[in-house]
């Protein structure tokens, strides 16, 4: 069974940074992919960036060259640098892992079973 912990988040102004942060621990699993999804009231959650063990990299069209994941010295930290924020970026966010290795099944958050409680980030003036 999986248990993920994020945090970081918070207010922060337009332009302004976050580092958010994600503790993965449990046991029974391993870890070939790593990803953030963030959500925002009435909609879905939408998949953010993700990578693999391997070294490959998805970002979401409105996040590329803003956002950037990276992981720990082990595999059960994941992290989302997150610079230039927008208020469009204003959600709680959620981080996930598999032990698959293609980057497919991370379009739906519906193939997902465990979620942390996520972190809040708010860009407001």
């Known amino acids: 069974q999986v248990q993920l912990m994020e945090s970081g988040g918070g207010l922060v102004k337009p332009g302004g940074s976050l580092r958010l942060s994600c503790v993965v621990s449990g046991s029974g699993f391993d870890i070939n992919t790593m990803g953030w999804f963030r959500q925002t009231p009435g909609k879905s959650r939408e998949l953010v960036a993700v990578?693999?063990?391997?070294?490959?990299?998805y970002y979401v069209d409105s996040v590329k060259g803003r956002f950037t994941i990276s992981r720990g010295d082990n595999k059960y930290t994941v992290y989302l640098q997150m610079n230039s924020l927008k208020p469009e970026d204003t959600a709680v966010y959620y981080c996930?892992?598999?032990?698959?290795?293609?980057?497919?099944?991370?379009?739906?958050?519906?193939?997902?079973?465990?979620w942390g409680q996520g972190t809040q980030v708010t860009v407001s003036s």
């Open positions: 990578m693999s063990d391997g070294g490959d990299y």
């Open positions: 996930n892992i598999r032990d698959d290795m293609g980057f497919g099944p991370w379009v739906l958050a519906e193939n997902f079973s465990a």
